[in-house]
């Protein structure tokens, strides 16, 4: 079990409405006080926290209150991180009240200048604000494109956390990760860890097969035969989040996951999903309640011996 780490990446960015499009106008931060008093919680029970930063939080006044205060009172356990949303980040090709277009809403999809332009300011606007340069990127909207590494490697990051196993964007002109499996990868000398996704089931040995390749699952798809058992057997996709899914459900997949090998693992969440009503999994009391209370239960299951930072420098 000690060969196994646990990152926790909190997608650390503005509050908009997730189906309302995308504009520059978007740049909202109000939940820094319910952030840092649930990351209290956590470095409670022995946490480490990798903040993926996004240019609206870091540029806020309430950000910059939550980077200085989780600076100064948990130096050891914290990271930094780049978060690209290209809305509101720096040069900007709109207006401000316009919205662009959704597929330009995944970095990917930009031109490698404007890509390598806006990644650019934000990791300078992150270095001066948090006196750290990030080497850890997540895309926004997890839209990686074939430029993404190579100008990832060219400004110093070493390490990409965007690719999203067993699963398809490319309905909404995103990236299609369909054929991608939990293990890691280099691409242009970066190391890409998978923000961890899979399949859990009644029965441990077929989900192990199902995480194992892609192109399990896909036979069984092909033909209604196959999507009776699947059903019979309970198959579940599952992302290690507390949005959305339970303790039980999480543990069940990260246990598969470690049978099929995987070693480093991502557990994630939306900063905004601290506060109540600011993103679609804390829309309302009991799914707020819901979400706090399975982020607290599955980071207590993991021990602290395999809790870590992204870089672990220790």
Not at 6 to 16: A, D, G, K, R
Not at 270 to 293: G, I, M, Q, R
């Amino acid at each position: 079990m000690n060969e196994v780490k646990l990152s926790i990446v909190i997608h650390t960015e503005e509050e908009f409405d997730w189906s309302g499009g995308f504009s520059a106008k978007n740049n909202q931060v109000t939940h820094a006080k319910e952030l840092f008093a649930m990351c209290e919680d956590m470095f409670a029970i022995g946490c480490k926290i990798t903040f993926a930063l996004d240019y609206a939080f870091v540029d806020s006044e309430q950000g910059q209150w939550f980077i200085e205060r989780i600076k100064k009172q948990y130096p050891n356990d914290i990271e930094f991180a780049a978060h690209l949303h290209p809305w509101v980040t720096p040069p900007l090709q709109h207006e401000d009240n316009e919205f662009i277009e959704e597929r330009l809403s995944y970095p990917g999809n930009l031109s490698r200048e404007i890509e390598y332009n806006k990644l650019s300011v934000l990791t300078e606007k992150i270095t001066e604000v948090t006196g750290v340069r990030p080497v850890v990127y997540l895309a926004g909207r997890y839209g990686v494109g074939q430029n993404t590494h190579e100008i990832l490697s060219s400004l110093g990051y070493s390490i990409d956390l965007s690719i999203t196993p067993f699963t398809d964007y490319s309905y909404q002109d995103g990236p299609d990760f369909s054929d991608y499996d939990n293990l890691p990868q280099t691409i242009s000398g970066v190391t890409c860890l998978t923000h961890n996704a899979g399949y859990i089931s009644r029965l441990d040995g077929f989900s192990d097969w199902l995480n194992v390749a892609p192109q399990n699952l896909q036979r069984f798809n092909k033909n209604i035969f196959g999507k009776v058992l699947l059903k019979l057997l309970g198959v579940q996709r599952v992302r290690l989040s507390a949005e959305g899914f339970s303790p039980k459900q999480m543990d069940l997949l990260f246990q598969s996951l470690s049978r099929v090998g995987v070693k480093h693992f991502i557990y994630s969440f939306h900063s905004s999903t601290s506060k109540l009503n600011c993103s679609p999994y804390s829309k309302n009391e009991k799914t707020h309640t819901h979400f706090l209370t399975n982020n607290l239960a599955f980071l207590k299951s993991i021990p602290n011996s395999v809790k870590s930072l992204v870089i672990d420098e220790s």
